[in-house]
């Protein structure tokens, strides 16, 4: 099955910048999304940004636009997420999800577009 790998994660003051990484390994061939997720404690998850190839486009929630820049690359099946201006609120987990047919009508916030997920990478922004 398909692995997906988060790295990037750790403890920042406000203001500064982190770059998030995820690649996936295994059957990768039929992922056509990307998207990264974050869960707070006591929150629920919640899409972050992502991605979709051919034809390309990308999502940024609200709090994150003017901030956080998704990438990748289709044929690695690889994304990043480079995070500037981190505020304290940015702090959580950031899971990698990926996804395949026949999902692609899905919206970029579903969590069912995404058939695969990382074990997530800590992001913690101290104020």
């Known amino acids: 099955q398909v692995q997906l790998v988060e790295s990037g994660g750790g403890l920042v003051q406000t203001g500064r910048s982190l770059r998030l990484s995820c690649s996936a390994s295994?059957?990768?061939?039929?992922?056509?999304?990307m998207g990264w997720f974050r869960q707070a404690p006591g929150k629920e998850r919640e899409v972050v940004s992502a991605l979709t190839w051919n034809p390309f486009s990308t999502y940024y929630t609200d709090s994150v636009k003017g901030r956080f820049t998704i990438s990748g690359d289709n044929a690695k099946k690889t994304v990043h997420l480079q995070m500037n201006s981190l505020k304290p609120e940015d702090t959580g987990v950031y899971y990698c999800g990926a996804g395949v047919p026949p999902n692609y009508a899905l919206p970029y916030d579903s969590r069912a577009k995404y058939t695969y997920w990382g074990q997530g990478t800590q992001v913690t922004v101290s104020s």
């Open positions: 295994g059957p990768t061939f039929s992922i056509y999304t």
